[in-house]
């Protein structure tokens, strides 16, 4: 946690009063811009090799593989001090939700490709990827958070303080040779 303090005493005081009162939620937040690089990165990978033909599917695919990431990093991270649940129960709904949070994800690239035709040949291809970008990672990404963050506070991680661990005990070992 050193890093953590590092960084907030060199922020102003009111926004870091702001920032400790809202920790869980600039947790989130960070592990979503981690998560957003790995969907961009999975997502374009497998859109510019394989699944050049497949846009949905690719992100679809993207966003599952940044979904087990960011359970791992929620779980042990942002969400490290709430639980409330046996881990089995905690992880499936977390994943539900997550599945869920994929759809929202993709719905608004669907939209964008196939309701409003914003691919090649309608449309020249930077059009198109700057739709896809804009659609599927930007705004997908966005009304997915959203939903993901109420919902995970709310029924996968609900109680807080439940995994709290208490501080032990440090016992330091001394060198009788050298006290003498």
Known sequence: MAVVENVLARIPVPARAFLRKH???LKFAVVGGICF?????????LKLTILNKNPVTALAIAVVVATIVSY???REWSFRE???RERRHEAALFFLISGMGVVLNSVPLFVSRYFLHLQVPEVTLV?????????????GTLVAMVFRWWAFKKWVFP???ARVRPLRAVVVETDDKQAA
């Open 37 to 45: 690089i790995v969907t961009i990165t999975v997502n374009y990978a």
């Open 72 to 74: 791992v990093l929620n």
């Open 23 to 25: 920790q869980d939620m």
């Open 127 to 139: 059009t198109q990827e700057v739709a896809d970008f804009i659609a599927g990672n930007l705004l």
């Open 82 to 84: 709430r639980g409330g």
């Open 159 to 161: 109680d807080a303080g």
